[in-house]
């Protein structure tokens, strides 16, 4: 699994990504049950509210490589400020219209 991670940009200033990297290297959580060796082929942010830029760096990660792309739980669950972004659901659905489904799509991380 080639992976293009995907974070909230107004907590990346809180957030160094440890703990995603940490399930994805433990294959827990959201990546339980992948069986392949896990590749992080880049790391951006959403390029802020409300998140437009995610859609074309989610498009340049799969053409560097990732055939997976993930968003992190900051975006979807709020961590680690209990705050999920509100144009999460509108986001996923960009980005998955833009990189069709030959790429898988994994909308948090722990």
Request: with cysteine; hydrophobic share 35%.
């Amino acid at each position: 699994m080639k992976v293009g991670l995907i974070r909230c940009m107004q907590t990346e200033d809180m957030c160094p990504a440890t703990t995603c990297f940490k399930v994805m290297n433990t294959k827990k959580l959201a990546f339980e049950g992948v069986e392949e060796d896990i590749e992080v082929v880049g790391v951006t942010t959403c390029g802020g509210c409300p998140g437009k830029k995610a859609v074309t760096r989610a498009a340049e990660m799969v053409r560097r490589g990732a055939d997976t792309i993930v968003l992190a739980s900051c975006i979807t669950k709020g961590n680690p400020i209990g705050f999920p972004c509100p144009h999460a659901e509108q986001m996923k659905a960009a980005i998955e219209k833009k990189i069709g489904e030959s790429i898988r799509m994994i909308d948090y991380t722990h």
